[in-house]
Structures are given as C-alpha cells and as structure tokens.
C-alpha cells in the first residue's frame, strides 16, 4: 500500500506568509485555492467599499462570499443531477417500450 507522503505549501495573502500542511495528491490543487482566495482577498481589499476593513475582516467576507458561491454550484449541480435522473428515466421507459414483447 503506498502512503501519500505529506507536504507544504506555502502562499502569500495581503503580504503575509503562509503554510499549510497537506498530501502530496493535494498539494497543486491546494495551492491554486491558495493562490485564487489571495487574487479574491486582494480585490476586495481594493475595492473602494471595503477599505476601510481591516485584513482579517476582508478575509472573513471573502471566505463567506466564496462558500456562498460553493453552495449554490451544489445546489446547480443537484438539480442538473435531477433533471439526468428524469432524463434516464425517461430513456428506459422509452427503451422499454421500443424492446417490449408485443401482446
């Protein structure tokens, strides 16, 4: 059984360094959320109606903007997940009927 060995990965957001400890499968993946949250914090931090928060609040509204975007992809997706659902439904029935026996 092979063990995914752990890593670093470091970024930088509004100056300061950070370091987060993670596996090596995660580690690209990890850094490019890294990497986009900085570009997030960044803009908002520029923006004229947030300057006057200070780094951790923008952190904060950032964070809770970013997982508000999370939830609604999850509920997009579980709606397109339905409508498959519907669509195969309807595919087997038609199936089911083309490759019925005849009375």
């Known amino acids: 059984m092979e063990v ?3 890593v670093t990965v470091s970024f930088e957001i509004q100056g300061k360094q950070h370091v987060l400890r993670c596996t090596e499968a995660e580690a690209e993946s990890l850094q490019r959320a890294a990497e986009k949250f900085g570009e997030y914090v960044d803009d908002m931090s520029r923006s004229t109606s947030t300057s ?3 780094t951790d ?3 904060v509204a ?3 903007n970013v997982l508000d975007m999370l939830l609604k ?3 997009q997706l579980a709606s397109l997940q339905e409508r498959i659902d ?3 439904d309807k595919v087997c029935q038609i199936e089911n ?3 019925r026996e005849p009375d």
């Open 4 to 6: 995914n060995r752990e």
């Open 52 to 54: 006057y928060l200070s």
């Open 57 to 59: 609040r923008v952190i």
């Open 62 to 64: 950032v964070a809770v």
């Open 73 to 75: 992809k999850e509920q």
């Open 86 to 88: 519907k669509l195969n």
């Open 97 to 99: 009927d083309l490759f």
